[in-house]
């Protein structure tokens, strides 16, 4: 039975065009793979996309109790976040409007959950005997 557990990482200071490009890099591949493809991406994208994927197998493993070598990211998207308008001067005292971008990355991470030790069912038996 498998379970899904994800990460969002709000705000991130980057072109969501250029994050989307890496995060497709590692997109339906095992947790293992993915951070290390990302570990040698030449991209500065490949930051924020690896701290998101190690949030979520992080959340997979110790929130909601799944095997660490079963996890996959069965989902990653990238959308635009909000735009910080700003002004760049120009020559003749002008000023050129640009946008500075931002992106929001969502990992959805999915794997099989630990099973529980027979020894801990015996003893919580006996103690409600």
Known sequence: MSKEVKAIAK???????????????????????????????????ATPVKK???SAKANATYN????E??????EINVTAGSRIKR??????GRALPFERKTSHIKVVVTGE???????AEEK??????
Do not use: M, W, Y
């Open 64 to 67: 909601h109790n799944l095997l």
């Open 124 to 129: 919580s038996t006996k103690e409600a005997i």
């Open 11 to 45: 705000g991130v200071r980057q072109s969501p065009r250029k994050v989307s490009d890496v995060a497709a890099l590692v997109r339906n591949r095992t947790v293992a793979d993915a951070l290390a493809i990302l570990d040698h991406a030449p991209r500065r994208a």
């Open 113 to 119: 959950e630990r099973k529980k030790k027979a020894k």
């Open 52 to 54: 998101v994927i190690a």
């Open 69 to 74: 070598n079963t996890l996959v990211i069965s």
């Open 87 to 92: 002004f760049r001067p120009a020559a003749h």
